[in-house]
């Protein structure tokens, strides 16, 4: 393989974009610049994206669910 080659394949799709890039060739990784880490900061805080939870568990519960292992 080529060193060329090599390089293609060491680039990995940006989250926010899919502009697929190098890691070493970006200052805000996970993303391809810092306009995309910014848009992705903004949906969190406009709560499009999240962590999936269960509003109707209690905190009993979910203790419950840790200490038997059933983390899910």
Known sequence: MSSRDQRSDDKIPCPTCGNRFRMDETQAPPFCSQRCQLIDL??????????????????????????DGDGS
């Open 42 to 67: 903004g949906r969190w805080l406009d709560e499009d994206i999240g962590l999936p939870h269960c509003e109707d568990e209690s905190p009993k519960t979910i203790d419950r669910n840790l200490v």
